[in-house]
Each structure stands twice: as structure tokens, then as C-alpha cells.
């Protein structure tokens, strides 16, 4: 079975950093596009960054000029670099992935990670 398997996230204080990594593993044959979204309590799951296996990207405008996503395709794993971190940031953090199997070679499946608390608070 395939698993992404978040880490990363942690408290910090406005105007400060952390870097969330995802590693895919299991029966795959290829990782298609990946991606971060968030969930802060109340709110609904929105869509943060995207990343193709090409590396092309996108970004919710209010994280645009502060956070970066990036791939490792070797490691099948995709990072997002969160700078100048603001408390509205706060939220439940969960990579995503579409990926094809060895099993399945004509399908593509989204996966999710276990998600991880990003906390930015004075």
C-alpha cells in the first residue's frame, strides 16, 4: 500500500520559519503531482501549493513570496519552506499526492498524509 508520511511541523513565533517534508512509499510506480493543504479549526481544508513532477508550481496568494514547495523525485518527497510564518497561518498541515501503482498502471489516486500541527503564536 502507499503512505506519505509527514514531518515537520512545530510552534514558532510570528516572523519565524519551518520546513514540512512528505516522503511517499509503497507500491509505486509513478508520483504524479503533489501538494500541501491546511485546515485551521472552523475552517474549511484549502489548497496551499502544488508542485508537477516537473517542478511547475502554484500558491494560494496569501502564502505567495513566503513559502516555497519543492520535490525530491529520487525520494519521492515534497517539501514546503514556510518563511515569515504569521498566526494565521495556524492550521493542520496535509501533503498530497496523485500517484499510479505498479498494480494499477492506468489509474491515479490521490493519497494524504497523517497531517501536522503548524502553531505560530506571540
Known amino acids: 500500500q502507499v503512505q506519505l508520511a509527514e514531518s515537520g511541523g512545530g510552534s514558532v513565533q510570528p516572523g519565524e520559519s519551518l520546513r514540512l517534508s512528505c516522503a511517499a512509499s509503497?507500491?509505486?510506480?509513478?508520483?504524479?503531482?503533489m501538494g500541501w493543504y491546511r485546515q485551521a479549526p472552523g475552517k474549511e481544508r484549502e489548497l496551499v501549493a502544488t508542485?508537477?513532477?516537473?517542478?511547475?508550481?502554484n500558491y494560494v496568494d496569501s502564502v505567495k513570496g513566503r513559502f516555497t514547495i519543492s520535490r525530491d523525485n529520487a525520494k519521492k518527497t515534497v517539501y514546503l519552506q514556510m518563511n515569515s510564518l504569521k498566526p494565521e497561518d495556524t492550521a493542520v498541515y496535509y501533503c498530497?499526492?496523485?500517484?499510479?501503482?505498479?498494480?494499477?498502471?492506468?489509474?491515479?489516486?490521490?493519497?494524504w498524509g497523517q497531517g501536522t500541527q503548524v502553531t505560530v503564536s506571540s
Open positions: 498530497n499526492a496523485k500517484i499510479t501503482t505498479w498494480a494499477d498502471r492506468l489509474s491515479e489516486y490521490d493519497y
Open positions: 509503497g507500491d509505486i510506480f509513478s508520483v504524479n503531482a
Open positions: 508542485a508537477t513532477s516537473r517542478g511547475r508550481t
